[in-house]
């Protein structure tokens, strides 16, 4: 089911949502005030008419100009809301956000997305409405993530059906299971009212003692672990739901896990073309929906030692001109040391926007980070020219996965009888076999 808001009206709540956060602009500007009249609908037939205005004619430039500095700010971020209900002030949201609900904090900092881990899940009805309310209370619909790789990572295991892993679905060489797998997932996930998945992983396992990629990879063959990434991509696709290839420009070859510590990776651009690259070229052909960023220096990459989530050139240079990708870049998490040791919480957010990433994910102080970003905006240090360009990627990927105009409405009679469906379980038991 989905909650159907049209343009116009989506941008009216989004107004309300502006007023009654607290945290932003209080009046709307005169984009805003122009975009609460009823919006034309697209031309279906023929020349779209001149005299229309391009907004008009494409809905993502339409919500677009309708979105004030303070929204579009918001849109490239998605943090971790605490607790299990949309309405309920946790004890540890409230040590992160004041006596303030997820709803609340929805509206207040204009999220684009949120993402869910296992402190959020208790049983599938709880998850259901858990989602529902936090669309509730969103302007325009949100992105809805979690990590779901199957295996080693598996946010929503409480629930979902127990997939093995990447590296045991690699080692089938089938790639028509890696995608019937990542179909199965994605569905479950969407009947929760999750919408991306961070999966699959690009990383080819190089280094047996990776301590943090490991049987997370499909394993260390470049070209088998491209065929498993591009099959799980159209999986999730068949499924409705948008994928992620993480974690660029490769975390395969690494002793150090970027939780904790800095890795470097010292492989020249031919080893990285020939060993690196293959997976995230063959997600990309795949039509992966976002790329992850990695907290690691990549030296001949980018002699900086920056790590490639705050570098220009690995993120725009390498991954979007020299890769032609057009989708999302996400940040990996902005809470890891990996990324926090050089810079504070607010400045890492601003250079990874000014490195090219999209969607901030998971700072480790909202406020902090929001702030930030758009005090930089204001004060013109990012443009906002580079600002629309992230707050249009993410909007293309809400319409492209049915979100832009639809705030997806879950429900619990569905999710119960696609979770751990009979046809899934078989599916698992025929990978470990």
């Known amino acids: 089911m989905v909650r159907r808001i049209g343009a116009a009206s989506v941008l009216t709540i989004a107004l309300a949502a502006c007023s009654g956060g607290g945290g932003a602009a209080t009046a709307a500007p005169p984009a805003q005030q122009s975009a609460q009249q009823p919006a034309q609908p697209p031309a279906t037939g023929g020349e779209p008419a001149t005299s229309a205005p391009p907004s008009a004619q494409d809905p993502v430039k339409r919500v677009l100009a309708g979105l004030s500095t303070e929204q579009k700010v918001g849109q490239l971020f998605m943090p971790v809301l605490y607790g299990t209900a949309a309405d309920t002030v946790s004890g540890e949201n409230q040590a992160r956000y004041g006596a303030q609900t997820p709803a609340k ?145 490769g975390h395969g070859d690494t002793r150090i896990d970027s939780h904790t510590g800095l890795p470097v990776i010292k492989h020249t651009r031919a080893q990285w073309e020939r060993l690196d690259a293959p997976p995230f070229r063959a997600a990309i052909a795949a039509g992966v929906d976002a790329v992850m960023s990695a907290h690691i220096v990549f030296p001949k990459l980018d002699p900086s030692g920056d790590p490639a989530t705050l570098s220009k050139p690995i993120l725009t240079g390498l991954l979007r001109k020299e890769l032609g990708f057009k989708g999302v870049i996400s940040t990996d998490a902005l809470n890891m040391e990996g990324v926090r040791k050089k810079y504070g919480d607010g400045e890492v957010a601003v250079r990874a926007v000014l490195a090219g990433a999209d969607l901030l994910l998971m700072p480790y102080d909202l406020p902090k980070a929001y702030g930030a970003v758009l005090a930089a905006v204001k004060d013109g240090r990012i443009s906002q020219q580079r600002l629309d360009q992230s707050v249009t990627r993410l909007l293309k990927l809400k319409q492209a996965r049915g979100l832009l105009q639809e705030a997806p409405v879950a429900s619990a009679k569905r999710a119960a009888q696609v979770l751990r469906s009979p046809e899934h379980r078989k599916l698992a038991a025929r990978v470990i076999r």
């Open 105 to 249: 904090v929805i509206r207040k900092y204009h999220l684009g997305g949120v993402i869910l881990f296992p402190a959020n899940v208790r049983t599938t009805a709880q998850v259901v409405e858990l989602t529902n309310g936090m669309q509730r209370a969103s302007g325009l619909p949100l992105l809805v993530g979690t990590d779901q790789e199957n295996g080693l990572v598996s946010r929503m295991s409480a629930l979902m059906t127990r997939f093995p892993g990447a590296s045991q679905i690699g080692a089938t060489g089938d790639t028509g299971l890696s995608r019937a797998v990542a179909r199965a997932t994605g569905e479950e996930l969407r009947a929760l009212g999750v919408n991306l998945d961070f999966a699959p992983v690009a990383d080819v396992n190089i280094d047996p003692r990776n301590p943090v990629i490991g049987p997370r990879a499909f394993g260390d063959d470049p070209a088998k672990v491209a065929k498993m990434v591009a099959a799980a991509v159209k999986g999730f696709g068949d499924a409705k739901v948008a994928s992620t290839a993480k974690h660029f420009p």
